[in-house]
Nanobody, 116 residues
């Protein structure tokens, strides 16, 4: 019904940058909040950044000042610009899209590996 396609993950050296993209397609009537989560090996999945329909954003303390989330409502796409990457940022990053208060969709994840 709704599919999320993530792209932009890969291998990058510490201090480098990556931009993740997540495009939603399918039977979408409207999209509310969008966000990025990540899960590192042996860790629980955590919120990295979120953005509301109106453009209000919130970030995990660990990425504030380094990551920027944005969205293109016309394209049903959310982005995560990641700068000054650190080894501790290594994780599988998941896109999440909320289409209602009771319905949300997850992407399959894209791996970001930061080498030292």
């Amino acid at each position: 019904q709704v599919q999320l396609v993530e792209s932009g993950g890969g291998l990058v050296q510490a201090g480098g940058s990556l931009r993740l993209s997540c495009a939603a397609s399918g039977s979408i009537f409207s999209i509310n909040a969008m966000g990025w989560y990540r899960q590192a090996p042996g860790k629980r999945r955590e919120l990295v950044a979120g953005i509301t329909t109106g453009g209000n954003t919130n970030y995990a303390d660990s990425v504030k000042g380094r990551f920027t989330i944005s969205r293109d409502n016309a394209k049903n796409t959310v982005y995560l610009q990641m700068n000054n990457l650190k080894s501790e940022d290594t994780a599988v990053y998941y896109c999440k899209v909320d289409v209602s208060s009771v319905m949300g969709y997850w992407g399959k994840g894209t791996l970001v590996t930061v080498s030292s």
